[in-house]
């Protein structure tokens, strides 16, 4: 049996994310990125990305297609000393929303956008994102950005998705 349809989804939104080079063209090189884990990043990791699946919803249409929405949470994380946590947070919520709107042939910010995961899904909607500032020895900051994904299916599939 195949994955159910968000797991599989959630994969492609994790080549994505590793795709966050300063090679590629973003302002940061991610070390570490992890699905729906508790386990507190440690410095080493930084920049460091988490990202879980916060809820599926479904609505049917009046043709009989189930369409689901996915809500999409990514945090990322990177330390500083010299510059202002906030510039540093939009440069990392930057980041994130433009990897996830370009495909893994075309990685760079220069390429062309891909707005729907090379057919996987019929929308990404960027809800926005809160900044994360600490306060500690260790100044870190980070951004919490909030998507949702829309996808079609047959009712009651699983693990079917798309345009």
């Not at 879980?52 to 479904?58: A, G």
């Not at 009046?62 to 990322?76: E, K, P, T």
């Not at 433009?98 to 891909?114: E, Q, W, Y």
Request: negative net charge; hydrophobic residues 35%; aromatic residues 12%.
């Amino acid at each position: 049996m195949a994955d159910p349809a968000p797991t599989q989804i959630l994969d492609i939104i994790a080549t994505r994310l590793a795709n966050i080079t300063t090679t590629n063209g973003y302002y940061t090189d991610v070390k570490k990125i992890v699905r729906g884990s508790l386990e507190p990043f440690k410095g080493y990791d930084l920049p460091f990305i988490y990202y879980w699946m916060d809820s599926l919803s479904n609505e049917r249409s009046v043709y009989d297609d189930d369409n689901r929405s996915i809500d999409l949470s990514i945090g990322i994380h990177d330390l500083t000393r010299d510059r202002s946590f906030n510039d540093v947070a939009n440069e990392l919520a930057a980041d994130v929303i433009i990897a996830l709107n370009r495909s893994d042939a075309n990685p760079k910010v220069s390429d062309d956008p891909n707005y729907d995961l090379n057919d996987a899904i019929s929308d990404l909607v960027f809800n926005g994102y809160d900044t994360l500032i600490s306060g500690n020895q260790d100044p870190w900051c980070g951004a919490l950005i909030r998507f949702t994904l829309k996808y079609r299916c047959d009712p009651f599939e699983v693990s079917s998705y798309g345009a």
